[in-house]
């Protein structure tokens, strides 16, 4: 499979779900979801019940692979182990997206659980295009890249966030999963300007928007958002959404990874997304005027 259709909405595939997503496939409901998102790693095992609830998943709902332990930008080698692991994955399913992101998360053979940032510089930007290239050769396809959120901006950063992007676009032939929520985060943690990067983000190459909630924490200088995927989108992340969805008609997601919800909050939050897309409008203004 290569790719998810346009305006296309899904929802994370996570453990607490995965009976009830089974059930769906049983009675033939969708619920409105056209795809399922999975987090690439904890369906790694092909003798797990997770790989074989994924098999009939699949048979129902189109998927998207999201990584998120490729640590494409530590300067450590990258892990033999766990591309393999993933290609047998992605080799197996033939997903429509296969991703990860921006970021860093080992040195010198330790993990951490967390996705760190880089600095946008001329050097970082080629050794993280040649990690990017050395797995879509090793996979035999494209990956996305999605923009990190960060607490911290580098002083050596030469380069805007969007710029380096595009400029991965360019290098590699990537495609872009672009997360709004980490977008407005940055741009209230860090001041990061939002019209700049909403009109020179390369448009052509998003195919995949996540929409996600944060949380708000105070500290003693003053209160910061915190990118937790536990709750649901916040109203200026509705707007961001509005303003993209008018002329990129790329597959939108619903993420929430803690405090994960009823299976129902999730359906409501991608009937919110399918309303505000141009051709759901269309449709129901059709629609009004017919009656």
Not at 69 to 87: F, I, R, T, Y
Not at 225 to 240: M, N, Y
Request: hydrophobic share 40%.
């Amino acid at each position: 499979m290569n790719g998810l259709q346009p305006y296309s909405t899904g929802v994370g595939l996570r453990a607490p779900h995965i009976d009830q997503w089974l059930e769906r496939v049983r009675q033939g409901d969708s619920d409105g979801i056209d795809w399922l998102e999975i987090h690439s790693e904890n369906f790694f095992d092909p003798a797990s019940r997770e790989w074989a609830c994924l098999e009939q998943i699949a048979d129902a709902y189109a998927l998207s692979f999201h990584s998120i332990g490729m640590s494409l930008g530590s300067v450590d080698p990258l892990s033999e182990s766990n591309l393999a692991q993933l290609k047998r994955l992605v080799d197996h399913f033939n997903p429509a997206l296969v991703s990860d992101h921006l970021s860093w998360s080992s040195v010198n053979g330790r993990y951490f659980n967390d996705l760190l940032p880089l600095p946008y510089t001329e050097e970082a930007l080629s050794h993280f295009s040649e990690r990017v290239d050395q797995v879509q050769q090793l996979l035999g396809r494209q990956i996305l890249i999605e923009n990190p959120t960060a607490y911290m901006a580098f002083a050596e950063s030469t380069i805007s966030e969007w710029q380096f992007l595009n400029r991965l676009v360019e290098k590699t032939g990537c495609g872009l999963l672009l997360d709004l929520n980490n977008i407005y985060v940055n741009s209230v943690n860090l001041g990061l300007q939002l019209e700049p990067y909403l009109a020179e983000i390369n448009w052509s190459a998003v195919t995949e928007i996540h929409l996600a909630g944060f949380t708000r924490k105070q500290l003693d200088d003053g209160e910061i958002l915190i990118d937790t995927h536990g709750s649901r989108v916040s109203d200026p992340v509705w707007d961001l959404y509005r303003r993209v969805s008018a002329h990129c008609d790329a597959a939108a997601l619903i993420e929430w990874d803690t405090d994960i919800p009823e299976l129902e909050v999730l359906l409501e939050e991608a009937a919110k997304a399918r309303a505000i897309q141009p051709q759901q409008l269309e449709t129901e203004n059709v629609a009004r005027g017919a009656a």
